[in-house]
């Protein structure tokens, strides 16, 4: 609910300032330019990091546990940068990058023996890694500090978005069976996962300029895009006394997505930010 009413709040001021005459210049008493002029270069982030910040300060003096939550510049995907070339005060062009890994492991011990004091050690590794590169153009509209934008890009997808998980052994499959009872089949987990999407993504937001050269905004945006995802899964068998290890292809999937949750996996669909911006 708490985004629903952050979106409506920033489309509202977005639209207050697409509705007003145009600025594309205004300047401190000390002159320092608060708008994106012609040739400025533009660096651009989650806000969210900030906002927690300022956030935990309040948690210290009041202990309300309060948090802001991730958005992603792309539905489910965070640590993603912005960086913006300004062509004119009112149009500039964007380059998107995010690069998001994941890593844990969970060790789990069954203790084994005639004194129960030798180890069978079972390592699960869950990890995620994905890459998305943006490139597109905005265009932007404002009254005084508020500025409005709106604009198109396209989207590339590498890596594996959802989770996969392998699994190591302490003991081979075969002493794992005869002293640890252990059974066959042994999951290897999945050894190979991959995946790759393309898309076009529209976007509308609005910029408030609240230090020269520097402002807290909102986007919101919606893309369609088609992605494929494939995999291999590895199994360990006892063959008549022999370890022999089985490799199964995971079902390929592949498809268009056109989604209408910021949580969606496959980069795609409805996404949101709240950023924080500085200009060069």
């Known amino acids: 609910?708490?985004?629903?009413?952050?979106?409506?709040?920033?489309?509202?001021?977005?639209s207050l300032a697409f509705a007003q005459g145009s600025t594309?210049?205004?300047?401190?008493?000390?002159?320092l330019e608060y708008l994106p002029q012609a040739g400025d270069w533009a660096l651009q982030f989650d806000a969210v990091p900030l906002i927690n910040f300022g956030l935990n300060a309040v948690k210290f003096n009041t202990n309300t546990g309060a948090t802001a939550q991730h958005l992603g510049y792309v539905g489910g995907f965070n640590n993603v940068i912005v960086g913006k070339m300004f062509t004119s005060a009112t149009e500039a062009y964007r380059v998107k990058v995010g690069i998001n890994f994941m890593s844990d492991k969970t060790e789990t011990v069954q203790m084994y023996g005639?004194?129960?004091?030798?180890?069978?050690?079972?390592?699960?590794?869950?990890?995620?890694?994905?890459?998305?590169?943006?490139?597109?153009k905005e265009w932007r509209r404002g009254h005084n500090r508020l500025q409005g934008f709106y604009g198109g890009e396209a989207l590339l997808v590498i890596g594996s978005p959802t989770t996969t998980t392998s699994f190591e052994y302490n003991l081979d499959l075969q002493t794992a069976i005869t002293d640890a009872g252990a059974t066959s089949p042994r999951s290897l987990g999945v050894t190979k996962?991959?995946?790759?999407?393309?898309?076009?993504?529209?976007?509308?937001?609005?910029?408030y300029y609240i230090?020269?050269?520097?402002?807290?905004?909102?986007?919101?945006?919606?893309g369609i895009g088609f992605s494929t995802s494939s995999g291999e899964v590895s199994t360990e068998i006892d063959n008549a006394g022999e370890t022999e290890t089985v490799v199964t292809k995971a079902p390929k999937r592949s498809g268009l997505n056109i989604g209408n949750d910021?949580?969606?996996?496959?980069?795609?669909?409805?996404?949101?930010?709240?950023?924080?911006?500085?200009?060069?």
Do not use: C, H
Not at 193 to 207: K, L, Q
Not at 211 to 222: D, Q, T, V, Y
């Open 193 to 207: 996962s991959s995946a790759f999407g393309i898309g076009a993504r529209g976007f509308i937001g609005v910029d």
């Open 114 to 136: 005639a004194n129960n004091d030798q180890e069978y050690v079972t390592t699960q590794t869950d990890k995620v890694t994905n890459i998305v590169l943006g490139f597109g």
């Open 1 to 14: 609910m708490k985004k629903k009413i952050l979106f409506v709040a920033a489309l509202f001021a977005g």
């Open 24 to 31: 594309t210049s205004m300047k401190n008493k000390r002159g």
């Open 211 to 222: 230090l020269p050269k520097i402002s807290i905004g909102a986007e919101f945006g919606w």
């Open 262 to 280: 910021t949580g969606n996996t496959s980069g795609f669909g409805a996404s949101g930010a709240v950023n924080v911006t500085f200009l060069f």
